[in-house]
């Protein structure tokens, strides 16, 4: 079993940066694949990034080559570097952890990010 907590949300003008955390209680950290989601208001929920437990890493394309993902296994954290921030970029971002034996998902509370001037 895994929890999640996201911190790092807030506000920010277009082009600006936000870096969001997740930090994981388990006992078991490096059998999950993380990744981030996002919700905006009226929209569904849609994958943003992601890092397997090898390291590798995929991205939506309305975000690649602005979004890092990175993991730190013995933090047990999943963080998501968020540059060149667009308006549209404006939602809910939900951490979310798999297992690598199973498709159960566990999501984290989610924290808000508004990118507007």
């Known amino acids: 079993q895994v929890q999640l907590v996201e911190s790092g949300g807030g506000s920010v003008q277009p082009g600006g940066s936000l870096t969001l955390s997740c930090a994981a209680s388990?006992?078991?950290?490096?059998?999950?694949?993380m990744g981030w989601y996002r919700q905006a208001p009226g929209k569904q929920r849609e994958f943003v990034a992601r890092?397997?437990?090898?390291?590798?890493?995929n991205y939506a394309d309305s975000v690649k080559g602005r979004f890092t993902i990175s993991r730190n296994n013995a933090k047990k954290t999943v963080t998501l570097q968020m540059n060149s921030l667009k308006p549209e970029d404006t939602a809910i971002y939900y951490c979310?952890?798999?297992?690598?034996?199973?498709?159960?998902?566990?999501w984290g509370q989610g924290t808000q990010v508004t990118v507007s001037s």
């Open positions: 388990t006992t078991s950290f490096t059998i999950y694949h």
């Open positions: 890092i397997l437990v090898n390291g590798r890493t």
């Open positions: 979310n952890a798999v297992p690598v034996m199973d498709d159960r998902h566990t």
